[in-house]
Nanobody, 125 residues
Framework: VQHLVESGGDSVQAGGSLRLSCVVT????????LAWFRQAPGKDREGVAA????????DYIDSVKDRFSISRDDDKKTVYLQMNSLLPEDTGMYYC??????????????????WGRGTQVTVSS
């Protein structure tokens, strides 16, 4: 059973930066794919960034490309989301999720059985 704990959420001004972290415990032999999702108030949850088990492939939604970067450190069992040039529309609860396998639909929530509880990001204008 995967256990995920996010941290790093905060309140920042537009244009600022944050780095989110998610520690993924309880996997030993098979590396999972990892992803960050977010949910703004009154909106559906959406995938933001995903990284393959080996770290060689990543994917982003268009609205965060060139501003966000996902990375992983498997020695620390941690996935990161570096967020730069933050915008008010980036506000939301950010969730870390894990699954096994990698395919051309990395933001399909139904494929992720393991989720963290989220960390809040608030960007003010």
């Amino acid at each position: 059973v995967q256990h995920l704990v996010e941290s790093g959420g905060d309140s920042v001004q537009a244009g600022g930066s944050l780095r989110l972290s998610c520690v993924v415990t309880d996997y030993t032999y098979t590396r999972p794919s990892l992803a960050w999702f977010r949910q703004a108030p009154g909106k559906d949850r959406e995938g933001v960034a995903a990284i393959s088990p080996g770290g060689g492939a990543t994917d982003y939604i268009d609205s965060v490309k060139d501003r966000f970067s996902i990375s992983r450190d498997d020695d620390k069992k941690t996935v990161y989301l570096q967020m730069n040039s933050l915008l008010p529309e980036d506000t939301g609860m950010y969730y870390c999720a894990a699954r096994f396998g990698w395919d051309n639909s990395p933001f399909d929530e139904a494929k992720y059985p393991y989720w963290g509880r989220g960390t809040q990001v608030t960007v003010s204008s």
